[in-house]
C-alpha cells in the first residue's frame, strides 16, 4: 500500500474532490473466483493501515459500508466485463472513496424498485448508502467512483485526541 499524500484532484464528477488524501491504494484483480474476497480484504486492511498511520478513526460502520461498496462494484465488474478489474481506494478526513475500473464501456443503471425480482440490486445498494456515486466512460471501460462518509452516523467524533 501507499501511504505518500496525494494532490487533490477533480475526480469528473463536477464537484471538487477532498482536500487531500491521507493514503490511497489499488491492487488489480483478475476476475477469478475468490476475486471479491480478495478486495474485501484489500479494503479491510486500507481502512486498518489508514487508521494505523494517521490520526482517524473509521467507524465500525463505515468499515461495513466500505466492505460491501468493494464486494457490489468488484462483482458487477466481473459479471459484466471481460478482463481484469481494477480498485483503488483513497481515504482523507471526510470520506473513503471506492473506485473500480472494468473493461466495459456500458454504464449501469439502477432498475425500477422491484420486490420480486431476485439479485441485481448492487447498484440500487450502492446508491442508497453511499453520499456520491458516478460513473465515467473511459477509453477503454469505464470508472465507478463511490464515496462513503466517514463520519460516525452516532455522531461521536471521527478524530482520535
Not at 4 to 18: K, L, N
Not at 26 to 50: E, N, P, S, V, Y
Not at 118 to 146: D, M
Request: with cysteine; aromatic share 4%; proline share 8%.
Amino acid at each position: 500500500m501507499s501511504a505518500t499524500p496525494v494532490a487533490s484532484q477533480d475526480d469528473g464528477d463536477g464537484r471538487p474532490a477532498p482536500d487531500e488524501y491521507l493514503i490511497r491504494a489499488g491492487c488489480a484483480l483478475g476476475g477469478d473466483d475468490g476475486c471479491i474476497a480478495d478486495a474485501r480484504q484489500h479494503a479491510l486492511a486500507f481502512l486498518k493501515q489508514a487508521e494505523a498511520d494517521y490520526p482517524l478513526s473509521v467507524p465500525a460502520g463505515t468499515r461495513d459500508l466500505t466492505q460491501l461498496v468493494v464486494s457490489e462494484l468488484v462483482t458487477n465488474a466481473c459479471k459484466y466485463a471481460p478482463g481484469p478489474v481494477l480498485v483503488e481506494l483513497r481515504i482523507n478526513t471526510e470520506a473513503v472513496e471506492v473506485v473500480v475500473w472494468d473493461s466495459d464501456p456500458t454504464v449501469p443503471t439502477a432498475r425500477p424498485a422491484d420486490p420480486d425480482r431476485v439479485g441485481q440490486h448492487g447498484l440500487e445498494i450502492v446508491k442508497a448508502i453511499t453520499e456520491h456515486l458516478s460513473v465515467h466512460q473511459e477509453p477503454v471501460g469505464k470508472r465507478v467512483t463511490a464515496r462513503i462518509a466517514l463520519a460516525d452516523t452516532t455522531g461521536s467524533n471521527t478524530r482520535r485526541p
